[in-house]
């Protein structure tokens, strides 16, 4: 055979088969896929095809680029935005409807400057802050920008890369920009406006424009503000400290974060250093500036001024809205709020400081006073007394203050316990005091209020006389961490230390989550957070946002039912008794007072409203708590005197609204855990108060059957018979057991008049022998009702007082 000129064929792994290109050899005009070849090599572009397109992608966006940079046109005259007021309404008759206006928040505060009056060192200090570069840009910063855009595709926190003259387009252009097509144009206007005006010209608009915090918009108005002086008079230290919060002005105010605005504000006098427009020397001897406090407008005066700042704080952190949005944007705000609740909620506040529930006498002035009602069904607070002025003192008792909860932190131990099958049936040892080896190691008593013995008793007996030593008991056996978890669950926001002590209250807690927690509770077991705004409409009546109050079920529905009917008996035989119960219907509650007497609560519900009531008293600095002093004849506050006191005032009021009229029940007991036994908690003997729609007698028999009596039932029996109970202790010569009545003065069975106070002589035991150190007795002066001994560490309980008589006695 003859020989072949042609070469050995590559494997056919290495090459490409090429076909005939058709008839006559015709390519297409678009050639793709390629044709003359098979495999890979047929769907890959050639470098012809790859060249050409870039070059071809390249022209486009150029091209697109010219086009934009020639359409986009500055406006021919400044277009300042017209800002609206936003207004804040209560509640109204329906959801989502407005009610009265409760305020507005304040319009733009302005005062043109011209910037060539202005000292050199302002607008460098703006800068400094904002952009270093600003003097010698075209307008944008293409590597700021591609920092950011990289940034945020990466999912990072948001950062800006806008120039000074981006935010002064955006802001006196275009208001806001938040899209990536906003910011290109931005970003052409700002280079448009870097060829038309002046650096000075963009930097005093800019000045003047600008938001400063504290409602002041532009230099003129934040120097007052700040510094209660002109402009043309700041120093650099204040320049500097100026600049230093205009990124965020709410978070770096010097008034709201001390030590982050002086961060800041070294920040931009070290930039100030570094560009070369303040010498080294100069920075060195800067000091910190003495800032004005921040004296806000009259919309925040009175209480209400209270409840505009959680509006705005709640909006706030949807992070929809800038704090100068809020006050420029012409939202219609519409609350949460009952306008008829609030008043009621005022009005009993007020009350109380004047002395209207006690004797006639008023309590100290500094005096902290929390009314919060929540709406279990969607989370929404319905009303909040947080203090008398806003303007006064901008610190909310209701959700600023944290305070130890005392007894009210008795019904998360309870709840764990029931989810455990602990069923309230559950008996334990009552008997005060007692040591626990979980309880720091033994060596501390555990004492119940006044030291009283409760026998062998179950928990809704236990609930019901908040006694320590059982719930001791009970939250050594459930374990702290649950009570923890519970509280966490329920709603409280503050971090509960994980102890067995936390059961009797030794946590502080801000009034407010407690009315939420509460509020799940009446909600069985679903929780809601608790919120202040209903709905945000936009100028146009769209709506522009709403909470989320769907809820989740955080707690069984049985549990709930057996939680609320202990807590029930809180208020139909408990230390809730003599104050709420006359309210005539059902209602779940607990008492609470702090170790010392720091403070002193009552939480309660009915199924369509949960409300806290919480008192606290500050000491001489203004910071720290110190024991409620007495007022009213009251030997000590506790849960069950005033706070129980004004519960029952400002909740008979609400009773008195349409919306709250209706006397529900709550869901029956479900006996989780198993059915009560025959030792269950024994049916109390009901005491029988006079009908409130009959005339009230003059005269009353004192109650036979007191001698041998618990003290806190003869006072519960004497309560019940319209009589002021005074208590006073002795020691035993017949046998009667400490913390039971020895006899009565005026005897039992005597006619008295109407509110005489009646003396119950308590034993306090057997007399000591006389080689022994003798405990002293109680003074023989009769106490004022309702003490009931001497308070334990973080109990949390006691007497009661109808708004007409001082309060009395109680435990928990």
Do not use: C
């Amino acid at each position: 055979m003859a020989a072949s000129n042609r070469r050995t064929a590559p494997p056919r792994a290495r090459r490409a088969t090429r076909r005939p290109t058709g008839e006559a050899g015709k390519r297409r005009f678009w050639d793709y896929p390629r044709s003359g070849y098979t495999g890979l090599h047929r769907w890959l572009p050639s470098w012809r095809v790859v060249l050409g397109t870039f070059i071809g992608g390249v022209f486009l966006v150029l091209g697109a680029g010219v086009a934009a940079f020639a359409l986009v046109q500055p406006p021919d005259a400044l277009a300042e935005v017209e800002f609206e007021t936003t207004t804040v309404y209560f509640a109204g008759a329906a959801p989502g409807q407005p009610g009265p206006v409760m305020g507005q928040f304040a319009e733009q505060k302005r005062e043109i400057v011209d910037y060539e009056t202005l000292p050199d060192h302002i607008g460098k200090a703006v800068a400094a802050g904002e952009d270093k570069t600003f003097f010698s840009n075209r307008g944008i910063s293409i590597t700021g920008m591609a920092r950011a855009f990289i940034n945020n595709v990466q999912g990072k926190p948001t950062q800006g890369g806008s120039t000074l003259t981006q935010q002064y387009v955006e802001r006196y252009y275009q208001n806001t920009t938040k899209d990536y097509l906003g910011k290109a144009k931005e970003a052409i206007l700002a280079v448009k406006i870097t060829q038309s005006e002046s650096k000075e010209k963009i930097m005093g608009r800019y000045l003047n424009t600008i938001y400063f915090g504290r409602d002041a918009y532009g230099i003129q108005a934040a120097a007052q503000a700040y510094f209660h002086k002109n402009a043309v008079d700041l120093s650099v230290s204040e320049a500097a400290l100026l600049a230093a919060v205009i990124p965020s002005p709410n978070n770096w105010d010097p008034a709201n974060s001390p030590e982050k605005a002086q961060q800041r504000w070294g920040i931009v006098l070290d930039s100030m250093v570094d560009s070369g427009w303040l010498s080294a020397a100069d920075r060195a001897a800067q000091t910190f500036p003495e800032w004005k406090p921040y004296a806000r407008s009259e919309t925040y005066r009175g209480p209400n001024g209270h409840l505009l700042k959680m509006v705005e704080d709640e909006l706030l952190a949807t992070k929809l809205w800038r704090e100068d949005e809020l006050r420029t944007r012409g939202l219609d705000i519409i609350t949460t709020i009952d306008p008829e609740v609030q008043e009621a909620a005022r009005v009993s506040a007020e009350e109380l400081r004047a002395g209207a529930l006690s004797d006639g006498s008023t309590p100290d002035p500094r005096l902290r006073v929390s009314v919060v009602s929540v709406d279990p069904a969607t989370g929404g607070i319905v009303a909040l007394y947080g203090g008398p002025d806003y303007l006064a003192d901008a610190r909310n008792t209701a959700s600023y203050d944290i305070i130890q909860a005392g007894s009210t932190f008795k019904p998360f131990t309870l709840v764990a316990a029931l989810e455990k099958g602990i069923s309230l049936s559950t008996r334990y040892d009552g008997r005060s005091p007692q040591r626990f080896p979980e309880w720091e190691n033994g060596t501390k008593d555990v004492r119940n209020f006044g030291n009283q013995d409760f026998g062998n008793i179950d928990l809704a007996e236990a609930t019901a006389d908040s006694v320590n030593t059982v719930y001791a008991q009970l939250n050594i056996e459930v374990g702290p961490q649950a009570t923890v978890d519970v509280a966490k669950k329920a709603g409280v926001t503050t971090e509960p230390r994980i102890e067995v002590a936390n059961v009797l209250g030794t946590d502080s807690v801000h009034p407010l989550d407690m009315a939420g927690a509460y509020a799940t509770f009446a909600a069985q077991g679903v929780q809601r957070t608790p919120h202040i705004v209903q709905t945000v409409h936009n100028t146009d009546g769209s709506v522009a946002w709403t909470p989320d109050t769907a809820g989740n079920q955080a707690f069984a529905p049985d549990v709930m039912a057996d939680a609320t009917y202990a807590m029930t008996q809180v208020v139909e035989r408990g230390s809730a008794e003599r104050n709420v119960k006359p309210l005539g219907r059902p209602i779940a509650g607990k008492t609470g007072t702090s170790n010392e007497n720091k403070s002193a609560w009552f939480v309660g519900y009915v199924p369509q409203l949960a409300t806290a009531v919480a008192l606290s008293q500050l000491g001489e600095d203004d910071k720290t708590p110190v024991t409620i002093t007495p007022w009213g004849g009251v030997r000590e506050v506790t849960g069950g005197s005033y706070p129980s006191a004004l519960w029952a005032t400002y909740m008979e009021r609400v009773f008195a609204q349409p919306e709250y009229a209706e006397e529900m029940d709550f869901p029956p007991r479900a006996n989780v855990g198993g059915k009560p036994t025959a030792t269950a908690t024994p049916t109390p003997t009901e005491t029988v108060a006079p009908e409130p729609t009959q005339e009230a007698p003059t005269e009353v028999q004192v109650p036979g059957g007191l001698a041998g009596r618990t003290e806190a039932d003869a006072a519960g029996a004497l309560q019940a018979a319209n009589l002021v109970v005074n208590v006073t202790y002795e020691y035993s010569t017949s046998g009667v057991a400490k913390g039971r009545v020895i006899r009565v003065d005026p005897g039992e069975g005597s006619t008295v008049p109407v509110g005489s106070a009646v003396t119950l002589v308590v034993s306090n035991g057997p007399a000591p022998q006389p080689t022994q150190s003798p405990q002293q007795p109680q003074p023989t002066q009769s106490p004022p009702p309702g003490n009931g001994g001497q308070q334990p560490p973080a109990n949390g309980q006691q007497p009661p007082g109808n708004g007409q008589q001082p309060p009395a006695p109680g435990n928990g």
